[in-house]
């Protein structure tokens, strides 16, 4: 079972997320460097991916979104979107850089413990 990759430069985060679905049947894999993430995705062929929108340096999740739908279609791996910025990055700019839901930071643990569970491939 391939499971969960999360992204978030924030290793407070990454614990928080990953905490969160600790309980749940499925590994849980974290990364927080966005230099390495297309590897990760290689190495590991997650079910789901939770990306963070904003990121450290030359890096922001809209773009990695749109670079990684070029090859990975949303049948195949769901991206959820979790963001502080909300004010920056819209639910529609997700969407429509391929991400298949939004979540705002901070966010209700139900609510992203349900939504990873929605859009995990059965």
């Not at 922001?60 to 990055?89: K, W």
Request: glycine share 4%; aromatic share 6%.
């Amino acid at each position: 079972m391939p499971g969960v990759l999360i992204l978030d430069d924030r290793e407070d985060n990454l614990f928080s997320m990953a905490a969160i679905l600790a309980r749940e049947p499925y590994p849980v894999h974290t990364e927080s460097n966005p230099n390495n993430l297309m590897n990760q995705l290689t190495a590991l062929q997650p079910s789901l991916l939770v990306l963070d929108l904003i990121l450290p340096g030359n890096f922001n999740g809209l773009d990695l979104a749109e670079q990684i739908r070029q090859t990975t279609p949303a049948e195949q791996m769901p991206i959820i979107a979790v963001t502080a910025g909300s004010e920056t990055y819209t639910r529609q700019m997700a969407l429509e850089a391929g991400c298949d839901s939004y979540l705002a930071k901070p966010f209700n643990v139900r609510e992203f413990r349900d939504e990873v569970n929605r859009l995990l491939p059965e």
